[in-house]
């Protein structure tokens, strides 16, 4: 089984970026409820959890919030019709993401090979969880909207969470580690 190492934000910063979440899954009636929003940061391949819970409480331990910078909207076409914010690979979220991936690999765990073809980002809709699939058009008026309204924000960071991949919030969350006050 695979499993998500994700950023998570706070409350203020999710507030605002669930109201376009909230209005495009609205307009196509995508979701009963709706995906937490979030960034992953790597999948992992079928990890010894225990030993994985180690090296990462090890690596976020001097870690405190941080801000990301979302700029733009970026759009995944077919197979997965995605309409996401894009996140700027600058600063503590590029630098996390490449100390989890080189600590991880070095540790033997299954990650991706290169970080360097991945687009950090915010799904705000997508046919994952959703109660129906989008059609083609919706996709492309979807994507298109966004990107004529677009969206910049400064976002908080204030935790990273392991996730199994399912759609229950309760039962989704194997860790979380919060990160350190400024």
Same mark, same amino acid.
């Given at each position: 089984?695979?499993?998500?190492?994700?950023?998570?934000?706070?409350?203020?910063?999710?507030?605002?970026?669930?109201?376009?979440?909230?209005?495009?899954?609205?307009?196509?009636?995508?979701?009963?409820?709706?995906?937490?929003?979030?960034?992953t940061l790597e999948v992992i391949?079928?990890?010894?959890?225990?030993?994985?819970?180690?090296?990462? @409480?090890?690596?976020?331990?001097?870690?405190?919030?941080?801000?990301?910078?979302?700029?733009?909207?970026?759009?995944?076409?077919?197979?997965?019709?995605?309409?996401?914010?894009?996140?700027? @690979?600058?600063?503590?979220?590029?630098?996390?993401?490449?100390?989890?991936?080189?600590?991880?690999?070095?540790?033997g765990f299954n990650v991706r090979? @290169?970080?360097?073809?991945?687009?950090?980002?915010?799904?705000?809709?997508?046919?994952?969880?959703?109660?129906?699939?989008?059609?083609?058009?919706?996709?492309?008026?979807?994507?298109?909207?966004?990107?004529?309204?677009?969206?910049?924000?400064?976002?908080?960071?204030?935790?990273?969470?392991?996730?199994?991949?399912?759609?229950?919030?309760?039962?989704?969350?194997?860790?979380?580690?919060?990160?350190?006050?400024?």
């Amino acid at each position: 089984m695979k499993y998500y190492l994700v950023a998570l934000f706070d409350n203020n910063s999710y507030k605002d970026i669930e109201i376009v979440q909230r209005n495009m899954c609205k307009k196509y009636k995508l979701y009963k409820n709706l995906p937490v929003l979030h960034i992953t940061l790597e999948v992992i391949g079928d990890p010894n959890i225990d030993k994985l819970d180690q090296i990462l @409480s090890k690596i976020f331990n001097p870690y405190k919030k941080f801000k990301v910078e979302i700029r733009d909207i970026i759009c995944f076409d077919e197979p997965y019709k995605s309409v996401n914010l894009k996140i700027e @690979s600058k600063g503590y979220i590029s630098r996390l993401e490449r100390k989890v991936n080189e600590t991880l690999k070095l540790h033997g765990f299954n990650v991706r090979d @290169s970080i360097s073809n991945w687009d950090l980002h915010i799904s705000l809709a997508n046919p994952n969880f959703a109660l129906r699939e989008w059609s083609k058009n919706e996709y492309a008026s979807a994507c298109s909207r966004a990107k004529k309204h677009g969206f910049y924000k400064l976002a908080t960071i204030d935790r990273i969470e392991l996730w199994k991949p399912i759609n229950n919030k309760k039962e989704m969350t194997i860790k979380t580690y919060n990160l350190k006050e400024y």
